[in-house]
């Protein structure tokens, strides 16, 4: 291994040295989340402390992780702000609904997600991904292209070969810049919501929004209606996630799902099921475009193992890649924060956690903490290859977060990021585009901010 790929940092926002009092926050909140982090944060397990904002909690032991998460997730559940934020879009589908409703929706959709059923899904995404290798094929060769744009119309439409597998009914580029537009604008922490104000006052992102979401509304009747047409006619609907969610009858209660559930949980599966897998991929090209000998055996890789067996066993066959992937998903993971509202009072490493603090699991921070990992800001994909990967404590690398409410995408996402990596450096060497300063900003998801502009050039 050369020294470059052993000391690349790639960029972040540097901890700071003392905490931002409550003006501070809110901006640094509303600019970009990922610089509240002080340097506390990345090396102490647990924090808790009363703030302007109230009782709240930053826990990174990954014992303390384990309990939130796993052991006591009875305990807490998911805090106001984050709901404020994605409720408006996503009403209460499966990422932002609790209790009983929670479990009944997450009882029906889990069927769509086993290893089989996922495995079964490889072959529509490779073939989803060939026609976007073969678009990035006719553009000029060296021509610059913002990647984090192609990688989210590829993810979107890839889930319309797969999880809406009758297609969106709208171009898929149009899904992606509304669902972009709306992380921009209501995605941004609002200082009225930090507050706890009441939602009668209006929030200037929200309104912004509005457009978006009217948007959405219009394309899910769309979609509904023609598959409703499609399962009232003869003809064999597709087991896809579209008929699952119409045809729902919870096992307990007989009942099926409310045609407001209905619409949150596609409007859910759209936006979380590509905008995450996009924002991995573009930083995953990121990270080996200033990796030389990483990228060399990524390419090494693809060349020797794509077609040389079933698709279902690729990410087998690519343990490299998986290895990058999986850096990447530690360094940048999509989803860099999640919070939870204690609903009692708990312990957590020895400190009092009192009921209502807001507690704060940062994959971000957990992913970086002195005390967790060698070297935490390096690329090392090595961490992540044989025996190594072992010696990694699952509540210290949570990506896909843990417990009943892990991510139900988890097998999807990981196999439709192989196939795609696979094909795309097979056919393709990414550089970044001269003078583009990388920032990562956080808007509900990771994302890198004005895009990923990179030159493409073909192998
Ligand atoms: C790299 C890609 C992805 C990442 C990093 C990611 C991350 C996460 C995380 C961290 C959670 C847990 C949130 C919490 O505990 O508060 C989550 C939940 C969820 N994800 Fe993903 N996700 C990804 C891809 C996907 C895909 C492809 C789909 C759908 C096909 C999806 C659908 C969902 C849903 C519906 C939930 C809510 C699950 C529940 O609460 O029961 N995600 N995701």
């Not at 029906?108 to 996922?118: D, G, H, K, Y």
């Not at 590829?154 to 580029?173: K, P, V, W, Y």
């Not at 509304?178 to 921009?184: A, D, L, T």
């Not at 990981?414 to 003078?435: T, Y």
Request: with cysteine.
């Amino acid at each position: 291994m050369t020294t470059v790929s052993l000391s690349f940092r790639p960029p972040a926002p540097k901890p700071r040295e003392t905490p931002l009092g409550p003006l501070g926050l809110i901006a640094a909140l509303r600019r970009n989340p990922l610089e509240i982090w002080t340097q506390a944060h990345y090396e102490e397990p647990v924090l808790v402390g009363r703030t302007f904002f109230g009782d709240r909690a930053v826990v990174s032991d990954p014992a303390g992780v384990r309990r939130i998460l796993l052991d006591n997730a009875a305990n807490y559940r998911k805090d106001d702000l984050q709901l404020r934020i994605l409720r408006p879009a996503l009403g209460t589908g499966l990422l932002t609904s609790e209790g009983d409703a929670w479990r009944a929706q997450r009882r029906l959709l889990a069927p769509l997600f086993t290893p089989r059923q996922v495995a079964a899904f490889s072959d529509a995404m490779a073939a989803a991904t060939r026609a976007g290798v073969d678009r990035l094929a006719r553009l000029r060769p060296a021509w610059i292209v913002d990647m984090s744009h192609e990688m989210a119309r590829l993810t979107l439409e890839i889930l319309e070969h797969t999880l809406f597998s009758t297609g969106l009914g709208r171009d898929a580029s149009d899904f992606q810049q509304q669902v972009s537009r709306y992380f921009e604008t209501v995605g941004r922490i609002d200082p009225f919501d930090l507050l706890g104000l009441p939602d009668f006052l209006p929030r200037l992102g929200r309104l912004r929004g509005q457009a978006t979401l009217d948007w959405f509304a219009g394309a899910v009747d769309d979609i509904v209606a023609a598959r409703r047409r499609l399962i009232a006619s003869d003809a064999a609907a597709p087991r896809d996630v579209l008929t699952l969610l119409l045809e729902a009858q919870d096992p307990e209660t007989g009942r099926g799902m409310s045609e407001e559930d209905l619409r949150a949980n596609i409007v859910t599966f759209i936006g979380a099921g590509h905008e995450t897998t996009a924002n991995a991929l573009t930083w995953t090209l990121y990270l080996l475009s200033q990796s030389p000998s990483w990228r060399a055996r990524v390419e090494a890789e693809a060349d020797a193992e794509l077609g040389a067996g079933a698709i279902d066993t690729l990410a087998d066959r690519m343990p490299v890649t998986k290895a990058v992937l999986e850096e990447s998903l530690r360094l940048y993971p999509p989803a860099a924060m999640l919070s939870r509202a204690a609903i009692d009072d708990d312990e957590i490493a020895g400190k009092k956690i009192p009921a209502g603090a807001v507690v704060t699991v940062s994959p971000f921070v957990v992913h970086r903490h002195r005390r967790l990992w060698n070297e935490p800001d390096v690329f090392d994909p090595e961490r992540f290859l044989g025996p190594a990967r072992d010696s990694i404590d699952r509540f210290a690398y949570i990506p896909f977060g843990a417990g009943p409410r892990v991510c139900i995408g988890m097998g999807f996402a990981l196999q439709e990021a192989i196939i795609v990596l696979a094909h795309l450096a097979k056919s393709f060497r990414f550089d970044l585009a001269p003078n583009h300063a990388v920032r990562a900003v956080q808007r509900i998801t990771l994302r890198p901010h004005g895009g990923m502009p990179m030159i493409v050039t073909p192998r």
